[in-house]
């Protein structure tokens, strides 16, 4: 028998609107990734109620509870466990040139949190790797790449869970405590910690504290694709044995974006993953901008296979038509033509919605939210992905200039304004361009080798 959550939390997205009328109280939620609405009965209410209170769930709403789970409108709270099972997991950790000292040390860490099964797997660096005290150390004669060495890792297990953690990274103490109870749950297949930048000199470390790629937030997520969590990195995470062999672990022929394909397959074949931002591990930053660069060039260069694996999971722009229509009439110098069309977006989704008091707010609200949401991935798409043509655009169109530096600034300095890093907003802007640019250069290199460019092409809805 599985042990289902009994408590959750609502989504930061939770918005719930009440109206009294002749007939009775309309209850309606608005929430999740990516956001859906919810109307409500008598019992819908009642949980609605008492998770907003203490995040239980009443007798006989279990079945709601579930649905609210699946679209990101609620996440599963447990309780930390002090002292998991140990004796069914097994660690395994990559590594291709590692300094000996530093992967001791952090064997030496996890041991001293109760991880009796360490494997270690050398795959095929120049200098073979000294055996090291209180591990298993596997050598693979040729580099197979990170998918290749954890496959080699997990096949000497036979534990229950496989815990897949990078050379470089440096999980905090006992950050298994509230991965672990998860898997209480047998709809559970993997849970992601949250993979933190570790502070460093220089202004690469202090920009990654804010702006790794590896970091996706402090908000728990059901992972999925085209949600606000759609993947967890593989530099740490959990992973139920019966699935890793079920879908036959990572790919090999992946060099970058394994980690990505494997949880995609792995919620293609309808099991759960979740991510858990109370565990933290830390990761080193990049030593410099060159080799920021180059890891996010190898990012984007598997966006085409990925693509061309997971179709409409990894194009740069997937967006309602409206919002689509508005955003390309601001940009061509029509902004008040733009917001008539997210009226009359507007307007269409309350038609939709005639039967609920207060249609109006509701749609007003989903469709302002939706809007302002794709405005920030039309931004994301110019600066990223589609940089190169924007650039030759600019060369040449005055109003393209104009679009390219306000979709570059505008967003990153609102983000700067919230986070506040470390980093002073002048070299914040130029690095954030920096990434996106080396990303959207990954992906064209990756498109162009692939022949296909649908990693590049829009997707409307």
Do not use: C
Not at 274 to 286: G, L, M, N, T
Not at 359 to 382: P, T
Request: proline share 7%; net charge positive; aromatic share 8%.
């Amino acid at each position: 028998m599985t042990a289902r959550p009994t408590h959750y939390r609502v989504d930061s997205s939770w918005w719930r609107h009440r109206t009294s009328t002749a007939d009775g109280t309309n209850d309606t939620v608005v929430a999740g990734s990516p956001l859906r609405l919810f109307r409500l009965g008598t019992a819908g209410s009642r949980l609605a109620d008492v998770l907003e209170s203490d995040g239980s769930v009443p007798s006989g709403t279990e079945s709601l509870a579930d649905r609210f789970e699946s679209a990101g409108a609620i996440h599963p709270v447990v309780e930390p466990d002090p002292a998991p099972s140990f004796d069914r997991i097994t660690v395994v950790i990559p590594t291709h040139g590692e300094r000996h000292g530093e992967l001791a040390t952090m064997v030496a860490e996890l041991r001293r949190q109760g991880f009796d099964e360490i494997v270690v797997v050398d795959d095929g660096a120049r200098f073979p790797l000294a055996p090291i005290d209180g591990a298993l150390l596997i050598r693979r004669d040729t580099s197979g790449g990170p998918a290749a060495a954890r496959n080699t890792g997990a096949s000497t297990s036979t534990r229950d869970v496989v815990l897949f953690l990078d050379a470089d990274t440096r999980p905090s103490t006992d950050f298994f405590s509230t991965i672990w109870p998860h898997f209480a749950d047998e709809r559970i297949a993997v849970v992601a910690p949250r993979v933190m930048s570790a502070p460093g000199p220089g202004i690469v470390a202090a920009y990654e504290v804010d702006s790794s790629p590896l970091d996706l937030g402090g908000e728990p997520a059901r992972v999925r694709p085209n949600t606000r969590v759609s993947y967890v990195p593989a530099a740490a995470l959990a992973v139920r044995r019966s699935v890793f062999d079920e879908i036959g672990g990572f790919d090999e022929t992946l060099r970058f974006g394994e980690d990505v394909d494997f949880i995609w397959r792995v919620v293609a074949n309808e099991r759960v993953v979740r991510y858990e931002p109370s565990s933290i591990v830390r990761h080193s930053p990049r030593s410099s901008i060159g080799a920021l660069a180059r890891q996010r060039f190898g990012y984007g260069s598997a966006a085409a296979r990925l693509e061309a694996r997971h179709p409409g999971s990894v194009r740069p722009l997937r967006i309602n038509r409206w919002s689509a229509i508005g955003w390309g009439l601001v940009a061509l110098g029509h902004p008040f033509v733009g917001l008539a069309v997210g009226a009359g977006s507007t307007a269409a989704l309350a038609d939709k919605m005639r039967s609920a008091p207060d249609r109006w707010m509701v749609a007003g609200r989903l469709a302002g939210l939706g809007n302002l949401h794709a405005g920030r991935l039309v931004a994301s798409a110019i600066t990223r992905t589609w940089w190169p043509i924007v650039v030759v655009l600019a060369l040449v169109s005055k109003r393209a200039r104009r679009v390219l530096a306000v979709s570059a600034v505008v967003p990153n300095i609102w983000r700067w304004t919230r986070r506040k890093p470390e980093v002073d907003p002048l070299r914040y802007v130029a690095l954030r361009v920096i990434d996106d640019a080396s990303y959207g250069a990954g992906v064209w290199s990756g498109a162009r080798r692939e022949g296909s460019w649908d990693a590049i092409t829009p997707r409307f809805d």
